[in-house]
């Protein structure tokens, strides 16, 4: 049988998880437990002291990334189980999560449905993600952001490194996957409203989330971001070419500047891309 660790972050959150653990608990009894109390204020951590289960506690909040890395160090199953606190994950879907990994994927996500999601500003952004995310690494992604994932633990642990602190971390997890060429699954699910206020700033998040996608873009693949870049230049230098060359027949210094600048980013980018080869040497 298959040892599984479950990772749950929380950061005052102990109403939904005196819920959800119980659940957890009837459905995987042979399940490592592992929470993490993100610098709460409302007694998680004693509240749990004395279980079965593994408690850590950060002197102060660091983050949700910080705090899945936490878990992810001393969980000793095979499979690592990723879920919120609030309420949103259920404990129903972990078999579901777990049948995809036995497909033999390595990595299996909760997609959320659109009703799932909190608000149409952040259901549009969510989108947005994905498509550009999807188009980063060449497949389609569901849901980029979902915290809810079952995921081989040896090959989660190789990119702990690269995972930021913030909320930011499924963008970077999933990305990393995908340009490394493992295989990820989603699986539909529907997360009901959360118990209590999110922690998640849309705006400042949101920029957070929308430079981890260039950061992974560019660390896994520079000319998918070099590249376009330069055909851009490229065409506008052309067409500056262009127009001054029918208005006053003459190459100005503003073309040079851009066709050179549009050879320099390719290059960069090229050379970029033969730097990361060196990730794979082994």
């Known amino acids: 049988m298959v040892n599984i660790s479950i990772i749950i972050p929380a950061k005052n959150e102990l109403e939904s998880l005196k819920t959800l653990i119980p659940q957890i608990h009837t459905l995987h009894p042979s399940a490592e437990i592992i929470i993490i109390d993100d610098g709460s204020t409302d007694g998680t951590s004693s509240a749990f002291a004395g279980s079965n289960h593994k408690i850590i506690?950060?002197?102060?909040?660091?983050?949700?990334?910080?705090a899945i890395k936490s878990g992810?160090?001393?969980?000793?199953?095979?499979?690592?189980?990723?879920?919120?606190?609030?309420?949103?994950?259920?404990?129903?879907?972990?078999?579901?999560?777990l049948a995809k990994l036995a497909e033999g994927y390595d990595m299996a996500v909760g997609a959320r449905s659109r009703a799932s999601q909190a608000g149409a500003h952040r259901s549009l952004a969510n989108g947005?993600?994905?498509?550009?995310?999807?188009?980063?690494?060449?497949?389609?992604?569901?849901?980029?952001?979902?915290?809810?994932?079952?995921?081989?633990?040896?090959?989660?642990?190789?990119?702990l490194p690269l995972l930021p602190n913030g909320f930011s971390y499924p963008t970077t997890i999933t990305m990393s996957f995908f340009r490394s060429g493992y295989s990820v699954a989603y699986l539909p699910?529907?997360?009901?409203?959360r118990t209590g206020k999110s922690?998640?700033?849309i705006w400042k998040d949101g920029v957070r989330f929308?430079?981890?996608?260039?950061?992974?873009?560019?660390?896994?693949?520079?000319l998918k971001i070099f590249a376009p870049v330069a055909f851009t230049?490229?065409?506008?230098?052309?067409?500056?070419y262009g127009w001054t060359w029918w208005h006053e027949q003459r190459?100005?210094?503003?073309?040079?500047?851009?066709?050179?600048?549009?050879v320099m980013t390719f290059l960069l980018g090229l050379i970029s891309e033969q730097i990361t080869q060196l990730m794979y040497k082994k």
């Open 189 to 193: 699910i529907h997360a009901p409203k």
């Open 199 to 201: 922690h998640i700033n």
């Open 210 to 222: 929308f430079l981890i996608i260039f950061k992974v873009g560019t660390l896994f693949s520079p």
């Open 251 to 262: 190459f100005t210094n503003m073309s040079a500047l851009l066709y050179t600048g549009s």
């Open 72 to 97: 992810a160090r001393i969980a000793q199953g095979d499979i690592l189980i990723t879920m919120d606190a609030d309420g949103q994950h259920q404990a129903d879907d972990i078999q579901h999560l």
């Open 128 to 159: 947005f993600y994905n498509l550009f995310s999807g188009w980063m690494v060449g497949h389609k992604i569901y849901d980029l952001t979902s915290g809810f994932r079952a995921v081989k633990t040896e090959k989660f642990k190789e990119f």
């Open 233 to 240: 230049m490229f065409l506008i230098a052309s067409s500056w």
């Open 57 to 66: 506690t950060h002197p102060y909040s660091k983050g949700n990334g910080a």
